[in-house]
């Protein structure tokens, strides 16, 4: 028997043993029945299942809970219908769920069941970067089955909500070094808006007239002095 201060009393009688606890107003848990002998212990039988139920719940936090679940498709659903359930279970596979698709067949459709096969392999092909088959098709009935799990990218949380890849939190940029971003061309001051003072240019004096094949140069015309503007009559 262990005491309510977790030391060993000692092998004692049962009568002898339940008169200890009842004197501690205790009670007495048999905590190892397949010892021999049994171990005993004096404790408190609530707070006892209250600390072993805390337990458990602290157990069962660090586990991954899987959830199964299930949409239906027919082997001649529409294009818009088709979106919509696929959206369905990709929602489902981010939330790292497994998700059983089900074809039903109505009437002579079971006798064409390579319709549904054709359906669910398109459906693992579009979504294969966010699942993987756990299960490959199999008709049972007038159903045909398949089951998808969560990839281990989405596992490992390489895509967000959306079914978008995640950003890397330390992903390098593209900007050029601070040597580069130096080395750039400094604008132009015309296009700055600067104002430029414009250099003199240089007259170069050309010669007053050309010799051709011999012949005398010809004297350059003489320029018109301008005309003289009238000025205005005085009133």
Not at 79 to 96: C, I, N, P, S
Not at 170 to 197: F, K
């Amino acid at each position: 028997m262990i005491g309510a201060d977790g030391n060993q009393v000692g092998i004692l009688k049962i009568e002898d043993a339940l008169r200890m606890a009842q004197e501690r107003d205790l009670d007495l848990v048999e905590v190892a029945p397949e010892a021999r002998p049994p171990v005993c212990r004096i404790l408190d039988y609530s707070k006892y299942k209250y600390e072993q139920a805390q337990k458990l719940k602290a157990a069962r936090k660090h586990q991954q809970q899987i959830n199964v679940r299930e949409i239906k498709f027919r082997p001649k659903i529409a294009e818009h219908d088709y979106a919509t359930k696929k959206g369905h279970v990709t929602r489902f596979l981010l939330h790292k769920d497994k998700v059983k698709i089900t074809i039903m067949f109505r009437g002579r459709e079971v006798t064409h069941p390579e319709r549904g096969q054709m359906l669910l392999e398109r459906l693992a092909e579009d979504l294969a970067e966010l699942a993987q088959i756990d299960q490959r098709p199999n008709l049972d009935g007038r159903n045909m089955t398949m089951l998808l799990a969560p990839s281990r990218a989405v596992l490992a949380g390489e895509f967000d909500k959306d079914g978008r890849v995640a950003a890397a939190p330390d992903a390098p940029t593209d900007a050029p070094p601070p040597a580069a971003q130096a080395e750039a061309p400094a604008p132009d001051a015309a296009q700055a808006g600067v104002p430029v003072a414009e250099e003199p240019v240089a007259e170069v004096a050309e010669p007053d007239a050309v010799a051709t094949n011999g012949a005398e140069p010809e004297a350059p015309a003489a320029q018109d002095a301008p005309a003289a503007v009238d000025a205005p009559a005085a009133p």
